[in-house]
């Protein structure tokens, strides 16, 4: 079986990842991404996404902390689960796959 | 000044996606957003900041962030249980009023759906065809050298059709040509069955493929290929061949053509606006003429008796085939007919309420009498809802202590407005069903009163359905609107310490006071209406129109070998003592008379006037008075050749010399014998017309016989038999021109029946109403009646004291009412020539009846009360 990832979908996954050490919310997610991607995203756009992940299984999500920044809301912090790495493991290695397959000549720099 | 932007996302954005969002995610979004907000706030600004918190909040109320409510279904349950159980017990605890709300209610929409179904009805007339909205039929204006109209025909002339077909193949057309002025014999030889039949239709191959008439046996392209073929209805097919199959059987019309039957349609729906029995194809009009004793015989431009239906294919519309008719008329007209017709189309489903031309098929209905069937509807609707208000406000005090136990209980304003809502809406839904159940059991009568097959299907549509539902909704709401607005409002203090009288005097009473007054005034209104339009109808039929009409026998000779030996025919009729005076006649006198073109002297044209004709003994015969001269009379030969004229016409000729004045007609100058006062050979909404009377023998249509009084049925088995001397081949049918007459006036009769009626009605719900709150108020009073009678009252006083109240507001309502009355019917007879008089004694008269049914719908309860005994009323307390 294999769960069908969205491009966006992936890039939101890796990022999660890649913010391991910091929390991984909403804000920080939309902040990444401008950074990394250069371009913008809006945060109810990062929200969609991580409540289809969310429903999808391959993120999971603990209540974190609240601060006076977010109007003493709590922020909602996010995790990859074991299905979610399986799931970016599988894409990756069929893109690498389909790369292998590419002929050196076709790929221009 | 410039205001500060303050360092804060905008409230009401905030405020809004509280109220949107679930709390369970509100955390989330609402904390990432503020956050996201004050840190772009240092970068991009604070005004750029807020609009893009602002658009982020809009596009965060996604329908999957939506408030879950929590539905709090236990209380809320056994509070509905409760309104439910408690409105229950209050209808039977109070039986009778239940009743008159549930019932006066019931009767009030059962009248309105019955209405709206007829309103439906006639607005669906014709839209069963398949085709219905690009169906037109051609109307055909005819004007006079100045431009006037003088005939407006639904039919056109012969040639109309076949060149329509060669100027545009693609536009498909049919004629129908009714046999004209005259009843078709039609035979089926085998069973000896021959019957005159009314609805013979001749047409077009074309017919079926513009009509959508459904065939039960026999297949439409070809049923009417073959010329000598018959298309009949399913119920002339039992009326002719009883249960065997009509399929190639043969039938006969006139005795003179046989037509094989091939197609058997079924009937055809009571909502088109004409009504086929048999249908002919118009294939070989020389033998259809011969058979139907046309003698015109004449297939051309100028005589117009056929209607033309066109089928417009997509690339018309309605107003570019208008230009089309336009041309149309230019191109095939012939000279001196070119400019003097006009050709236009006509909604084939407007036909039945918005067409009422010369030579219409059937008669339509007036769109007038639509908007009075709606206006009545809207009246009882009313007057019913106002029983409703009435009868619960009323009722409301005895809530009182129910809402202040429920305020101190802990419900709110609200909660209460719910449950007067529920219940009254809930009385309306009772109602609805028992007005479900009234209509269908009132339907047969009421088809009967307005003389239409209705179909309840019509009202059973999806659409139709939601809006009736909500309809008696929004009737339960505002019938209880103001309860449960009133009861509401009520302070439990003050409810609990004192006796509750709050509603009963002050603002309630005269707001219930006030409605009942305008329901009397609707009913008073209503009433009196009812009695004038039948004092007009009497007085049409009873008016002497200044001939003889009720003791004439008409015995119709169309295609008779009678209208040859009418003489023969007349002195063996004369032969019996019981016939006073017979004549030949071409119209029917009293409906109508065609105009026919005249010259008379000093006219350099010939004049379109009414020209009726006759022979021997019109003058004796029709009893009408002789001013001068003489009947046509047998023993003077040259009276062949002669006019008699009424005395309208003396204004039209020159000098008003009448004596014998030659009158053109045909090639050869007639001379006027005889003058003769006005009678209305024309109905009573035109005035009495000039008009000619002349010997001919050609046009004639009709015996005339004038029997003496008395055993009328044996005079009549008398003439059959002499009939049968002379045509013991045709059925002897005669008729009564009195009957005929009557017909004339039948839509005033008919309006008369439904009017009365429902206004019947209107004043039993009054009524009904009435005796509703005159029980409240005696139920309230009861205490004070014991009182009174304990200090020595009469039983007569006591009923006095109750019913003044209720006596003052009918005399208010009649007041009201009578120049309202006046004034409504004062218009409506406005449109007749001939009109009665509006006698004060109709006003004395439902005044009268008003204040009697007043006084008996409250005397009874009043009276109960009254003679109680006062020891059994005030012994408590």
Known sequence: ?109 | MKRKIPNAPPRWADRMLEWYCDPSILDEVQGDLHEAFFARQSRIGILKAQLLFIYEVLFSLKWRNRKRYQIHSFNSFTMWNNYFKIALRNFSRHKLYSFINVFGLALGIACVLLLTLFVINENNYDRFHTNANRIFRIAQKLKDAQGVVIEHSASLPWAAGPALQTDYPDVVNVRMYKAWQKSPLINYEELEKGFYEEEVFFVDTTFFRIFSFPLVKGNPETALKNPQSVVITESMATKYFGDADPMGKTLELENALELTVTGVAKDVPSNSHFHFDFLIPLLNIGDIFQATGNQWGWTGWYWNPVHTYVLLPERYTELTFNDELKKFVAKNFPEGLRDENELHTQRLTDIHLRSNLYQEIEPGRSESSIQIAISIAAFILLIASINFVNLTTAQSTQRAKEVGLRKVMGSTRSKLITQFFSESILLCVLSFALALGLMALCLPAFEGLVETQLNLEQLIKPDLVVIVLLCVLALGVVAGLYPAILLSGYQPVKILKATGTSSTGGFAALFRKSLVVLQFTISVVLVISTIIIFQQHQFLTEKSLGFAKDEIVMIPIQGTTIKQKRTDFKNELKKNSQVVAACAISDILGRDVPNRPFGIPGYDDRQDLPGLFTDHDFVQTFDVDLIGGRDFNEDNANDVNTFIINKAMLEVLKDKQWENQPIQWGSQPHPIIGLVDDFHFADLRQTVRPLFIGFADSFLGYIAVRVRPGDVMATIRALDETWRLFEPERPFIPFFLNDELNQIYKAEKNMGAVVSTFSGLAIVIACLGLFGLATYTVNLRVKEIGIRKVLGAAVHDIVGLITKDFVVLVVVANIIAWPLAWYVMDKWLGSFVYRTEIGWWIFALVGALTLIAALLTTGFQSLKAASMNPTEIIKEE
């Open chain 1, 1 to 109: 079986m294999s769960v069908q990832l969205g491009s966006l979908e992936e890039t939101i996954l890796l990022l999660i990842l890649i913010l391991k050490n910091d929390d991984a919310y909403g804000v920080s997610i939309a902040d990444a991404y401008f950074e990394k991607m250069n371009k913008t995203i809006s945060i109810p756009a990062v929200h969609t996404v991580l409540k289809r992940l969310e429903d999808k299984g391959l993120v999971k999500s603990v209540l974190g902390d609240a601060s006076p920044v977010r109007g003493g809301k709590r922020k909602r912090i996010y995790t990859v689960s074991k299905l979610g790495l399986r799931a970016l493991n599988e894409s990756k290695e069929s893109r690498m796959m389909l790369w292998n397959m590419v002929p050196a000549t076709s790929i221009v720099k």
